[in-house]
């Protein structure tokens, strides 16, 4: 129980602190956090509105991926400094790390897994992001009858060096 209530902690810190930063409160640049986070101008493309619609069309190859159970890509979709926090768990930390937990993961008798995004937010910059949604993940229980948990998750996104969305914290939480 004290785990999964640490997990809740550390899920609902995770959640401020990425809110924060994307307010403006971190900046890699050496303008105020007001400037790097303003309007975009008149003649700009906002992009907030293409950043979310890049990391939907995003989530939805990242599903199929997961409905072919193919490890490699749905890894691919994570930052090579990604970390992956997963309630009672240690954390995968790394784009290699996660794509073996995600191998060992898949591997297991009755996998399945969806999500669905509810909110996805890019800051102003258009630089990071977060989302957040519903998941559900089935796996067979020690008779062969498949369990599945329902629950929550949160992502944060980053805009590699290649102008590419990519996932830099994953945390599933095991509570609806």
Request: proline residues 6%.
């Amino acid at each position: 129980m004290a785990g999964g209530w640490r997990a809740s902690v550390v899920g609902v810190a995770l959640a401020l602190c990425a809110a924060g930063w994307m307010a403006g409160c971190h900046s890699d640049s050496d303008e105020p956090p007001a400037a790097a986070y303003s309007q975009p101008s008149a003649d700009a493309p906002d992009p907030r509105i293409a950043g979310e619609a890049e990391i939907r069309a995003l989530d939805a190859e990242l599903l199929k991926a997961f409905a072919a159970s193919d490890a490699e890509k749905a890894a691919s979709f994570y930052d090579e400094s990604a970390t992956v926090m997963v309630p009672g768990q240690a954390a995968a930390e790394g784009k290699d790390h996660i794509a073996r937990e995600f191998v060992g993961l898949m591997a297991m008798p009755g996998f399945t897994f969806s999500f669905t995004p509810d909110t996805v937010m890019v800051a102003r910059s258009g630089e990071m992001a977060y989302e957040n949604g519903d998941y559900a993940m089935t796996l067979n229980d020690k008779t062969g009858t498949p369990e599945t948990t329902k629950a929550r998750y949160v992502v944060v996104w980053t805009k590699a060096a290649d102008g590419s969305w990519k996932i830099l914290i994953d945390a599933p939480t095991t509570t609806r």
